[in-house]
């Protein structure tokens, strides 16, 4: 299904001496000239291991699905700029890309939503699954354990078509299973996708329709959903693509890894962001809108707040995601109207950021999740869906990224080494003589 890793030659190399062994690792060039060096001859040679906790400064694969150039705020999924995708393109086009590594035929992409509205349903009996959970469940283990149960349900042994016909269902199932899980923490009985719609508004109506009430989708809103969730679908090798990729290296199949991934996206310094950005536009709202006081505590280094929203590992400059996001945030809220003072305060947030030294100086600007989350919650989305939404989103990048890994032949089980600091080898005391 997916293209093969395409690796480029050696271009330069590095000679490295220490405690008298010597190495020559080659440097390696990606398409877009970023270089490596190659280290796996290193530690054969000398003894050394590299150490780099956070892994800022280590490639962990060879990857032709996502371009980053985080100083030029640069992003493109298969060499296609963000912003023409954003303009232009469909979620489940996006989708296509990632995983196929070209943009659709007409042909192929009709029967690729063919294929997707015929598998948005689940098992009749994954809904005691639902309901063997607490009320009060947040909505991302739900999910996570819903697409972990998914498995059981397709015990076929693994081949290309078993991969691609899971990829499918995947893509297919994730919106029923986030939308069940909310109708799940809010009591209502959940609502059978329909196949006439769209993948943006047959989540929405699952999500906001009743058996009593059908929901009539705003095509503005629907629009906007397919837009966060293009803009969301892959961020080359980030925490949880990382963790796709890790939990995927051991073999594993694609419902154990994407489920994998949705647990570490959970996290509040990754997914969990969006959410963190809400509640702190809403405190600031509920303390009068004091920016000023607020900008304070963020940059106090005794005091635990951040200002949520800015920051990036990779990106150095405006996220290229945030701009597109800013200009859609505004027209939302110009539509279905709510949350318009909590756009105010972001506003006013990132012009304060944007001018001040402690920003500036360390390179912090507004990331995807600064305006994504005000999008949200004017259409309608309860903060603890945000990150779920995040999640439909990546899923086509995840899947991109573990079919890569699975299609090359040179892919190992990851197993990153460490040094070890803990006490050197001593005898055991025997428990009655111990204090
Ligand atoms: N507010 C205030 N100070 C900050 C912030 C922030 N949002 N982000 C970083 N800093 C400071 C940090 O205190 C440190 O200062 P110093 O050098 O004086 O110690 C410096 O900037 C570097 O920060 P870092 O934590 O070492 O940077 P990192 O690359 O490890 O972390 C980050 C990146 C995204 C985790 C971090 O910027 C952050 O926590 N941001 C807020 C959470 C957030 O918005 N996360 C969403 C990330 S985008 C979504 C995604 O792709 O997953």
């Not at 405690?19 to 398409?31: F, M, Q």
């Not at 590594?101 to 007409?106: A, D, F, N, V």
């Not at 709202?285 to 929203?309: C, H, I, P, S, Y």
């Not at 006013?348 to 001018?355: H, S, V």
Request: proline content about 6%; hydrophobic content about 40%; aromatic content about 8%.
């Amino acid at each position: 299904m997916a293209p093969e890793t395409r690796t480029k030659p050696i271009q330069d190399q590095i000679d490295l001496e220490f405690e008298g062994k010597r190495v020559t690792l080659p440097v390696v060039k990606g398409s877009e000239a970023e270089a490596a060096i190659d280290i796996a001859k290193l530690r054969s040679s000398t003894g050394l291991i590299t150490l780099d906790p956070g892994y800022g400064n280590t490639g962990s694969c060879y990857s032709g699905i996502t371009f980053i150039d985080g100083e030029k705020g640069i992003l493109r999924y298969r060499g296609y700029p963000i912003e023409q995708l954003a303009e232009r393109s469909s979620f489940l086009e996006v989708a296509w890309l990632l995983i196929q590594g070209e943009l659709p035929s007409q042909s192929q992409l009709a029967n690729f939503q063919q294929l997707i509205v015929r598998h948005t349903m689940l098992h009749e009996d994954m809904r005691r699954f639902f309901t063997a959970l607490p009320k009060d469940a947040h909505p991302m283990p739900v999910c996570a354990a819903a697409i972990g149960a998914l498995a059981t349900f397709y015990q076929r042994q693994e081949d290309e078509q078993f991969r691609h016909d899971v990829a499918v269902r995947l893509i297919a199932k994730m919106p029923t299973i986030a939308a069940w899980s909310y109708k799940h923490s809010i009591g209502q009985p959940v609502l059978y996708p329909r196949n006439d719609l769209p993948y943006a508004s047959n989540f929405l109506r699952m999500m906001f329709g009743t058996p009593c009430e059908d929901y009539v989708v705003d095509p503005v809103v629907a629009k906007a959903l397919d837009l966060l969730l293009i803009l969301h679908a892959d961020h080359e090798q980030n925490c949880s693509t990382s963790t796709v990729r890790m939990v995927g290296s051991s073999r594993a199949n694609l419902f154990a890894s994407i489920s994998a991934g949705i647990s570490a996206l959970w996290g509040p310094l990754h997914g969990g962001a969006n959410q963190e950005v809400i509640e702190m536009l809403e405190a600031i709202e509920a303390e009068g809108g004091n920016v000023d006081r607020f900008m304070q505590r963020a940059k106090d280094k005794n005091d635990t707040t951040r200002l949520m929203g800015f920051g990036h590992r990779v990106y150095k400059s405006y996220d290229p995601r945030a701009a597109i996001l800013k200009r859609t945030c505004k027209e939302v809220i110009g539509r279905v109207g709510g949350s318009s003072r909590l756009l105010e305060i972001a506003i006013k947030l990132e012009e304060i950021a944007l001018r001040d030294e402690y920003f500036v100086s360390r390179k912090l600007y507004p990331n995807v999740d600064f305006y994504s989350g005000v999008i949200y919650k004017a259409i309608g989305i309860p903060v603890n869906m945000f990150t779920v939404l995040f999640a439909i989103g990546r899923l086509p990048g995840w899947i991109a990224h573990w079919m890569e890994l699975r299609n090359d032949p040179a892919s190992k089980i990851n197993r990153p080494r460490q040094i070890y600091t803990g006490p050197k080898e001593r005898p055991y005391v025997a428990l009655e003589a111990r204090r």
